[in-house]
């Protein structure tokens, strides 16, 4: 890379991760790569569902100037004392597995994209708090989709609910969430409270084509958990 577009892209990579810096207290490399714009926030979001094998494949420049950028991004945080720190990736599956960034799974590239630089002047306490929101297993997602007709990947059902696979659409019993009960969206207590009993829960979304995004529904709940959740509501009231 010749002198000028390094410099080009050393402005780049430090913009964007200041803007990451300044809004979170921390900022990692695929703030930085969707910053300067070679990484697409749907793909991120596609691969963090367990859509995509590898998040390497949807950067959109060549090998050679992701670690360009990467070495840029990593001297700017030395430079001004930030404190690295590895964070767990995992999918948005029941299965929870471990998000690759690499097509090959090269541990020094998956402890590159694994570490989170956090501001040197919090203290210890938050980043404790930040080290635990970053590390804290994502929710999972089901759809409630608007074609009643879709098929299950696996097994070739369907049914009210599916939730995203890399090889397409699964059916609840495949994914193993059909021992969940539906709560609709309403009751803003009694959903925090089914939350906090439940060991296992899944947030429920549909396409809303006049708003063009997804929207909750509700939850996809274990039984028991609502059941107790419900027999609080009642004594509190």
Not at 29 to 49: F, H, K, S, T
Not at 80 to 93: D, E, F, H, N
Not at 101 to 113: K, Q, R, V
Not at 135 to 158: F, Q, T
Request: hydrophobic share 40%; proline share 5%; net charge positive.
């Amino acid at each position: 890379m010749n002198p000028e577009n390094r410099r080009n892209l050393r402005e780049r990579v430090i913009k964007a991760a200041e803007a990451a810096l300044a809004a979170r207290n921390e900022v990692s490399p695929i703030d930085v790569l969707v910053g300067i714009g070679w990484l697409d926030p749907g793909a991120v979001n596609r691969w963090r569902q367990g859509q995509a094998d590898c998040l390497e494949g949807a950067v959109q420049t060549r090998p050679d100037r992701i670690a360009e950028a990467m070495n840029l991004f990593h001297s700017w945080a030395a430079d001004k004392g930030l404190v690295p720190r590895q964070t767990a990736y995992v999918a948005q599956q029941p299965r929870r597995q471990t998000l690759r960034f690499s097509a090959n799974g090269d541990p020094a590239i998956e402890t590159l994209y694994r570490t989170h630089w956090v501001s040197g002047e919090l203290s210890e306490r938050k980043r404790e708090r930040l080290a635990e929101k970053a590390n804290r297993a994502p929710e999972l997602v089901v759809i409630e989709p608007l074609n009643d007709e879709w098929k299950c990947h696996r097994c070739g059902g369907s049914g009210n609910f599916l939730i995203m696979e890399n090889p397409g659409p699964a059916c609840l019993r495949c994914a193993g969430l059909d021992d969940l009960e539906f709560l609709p969206a309403g009751d803003a207590l009694l959903t925090r409270r089914a939350k906090a009993k439940a060991g296992r829960y899944a947030v429920v979304v549909r396409f809303s084509h006049s708003r063009r995004r997804y929207e909750r529904q509700g939850l996809l709940i274990e039984p028991q958990a609502l059941a107790q959740a419900q027999r609080d509501v009642r004594r509190a009231q």
